[in-house]
């Protein structure tokens, strides 16, 4: 998909995989970025998370970045499959109750034509026999894009963005995206899952932003 070289059944060649750049082996267990000897940052010790931890497959940088784009927006499936096996694979400390994909909303769903982040979730569900989680929760209102607002206007842009509608007492959820940033959309969503009774919220997501990169 990248060089466009034989890569026998592969849906990225051998070269090309290597060229994927992981995270930092040393990050904050909670945000998943940089910190030494991987202790909670100082960015989420002074205003902690919502939710508790977060697993990233790669840094969010080229030719990552690519494939992502490629998905959301020219509608290349194939790289939901290849990212999906990558968040089958990584660690695992305790089996969640429900997989959630991050909700759209209704108008970016019909401009979109698909919700990327149900196609990354379905893999991981099925690989796990974890039930996915797709009418529990909704986008409840329409944001203006995160990736077009600084990083310190979107946790604004996106409070109260998501609407739940079951008793989730005791659950420990899986939320499942494709890049974080800053952070704020699956912050304002686990705040959203434990306002009715998660226990716990872990997000895995196939690509993470570092500000320096």
Aim: net charge positive.
């Amino acid at each position: 998909m990248l060089c466009g070289r034989d890569s026998e059944s592969d849906t990225i060649c051998q070269r090309c995989r290597s060229d994927l750049r992981p995270i930092p082996a040393e990050c904050c267990p909670v945000c998943a970025l940089p910190s030494a000897h991987n202790t909670i940052c100082g960015e989420c010790l002074r205003r902690p998370k919502h939710f508790d931890a977060t697993i990233v497959a790669y840094r969010y940088a080229y030719p990552t970045d690519k494939l992502i784009l490629a998905l959301k927006y020219g509608r290349r499936l194939a790289s939901a499959d290849f990212f999906a096996q990558a968040l089958v694979s990584l660690p695992t400390s305790a089996t969640p109750d429900l997989i959630l994909p991050v909700p759209l909303s209704a108008q970016r769903l019909v401009e979109r034509g698909f919700n990327q982040a149900i196609e990354l979730a379905r893999p991981l569900a099925r690989r796990l026999g974890i039930p996915l989680e797709l009418t529990a929760v909704r986008r409840s209102r329409h944001t203006t894009p995160q990736t077009t607002l600084p990083w310190k206007v979107r946790a604004t842009n996106i409070r109260h963005a998501f609407e739940c509608d079951v008793d989730l007492t005791g659950k420990t959820i899986w939320v499942v995206d494709d890049v974080m940033t800053t952070g704020a959309t699956l912050d304002e969503l686990a705040r959203t899952l434990k306002l009715h009774g998660a226990i716990r919220v872990e997000n895995r997501v196939v690509a993470r932003a570092l500000r320096h990169a």
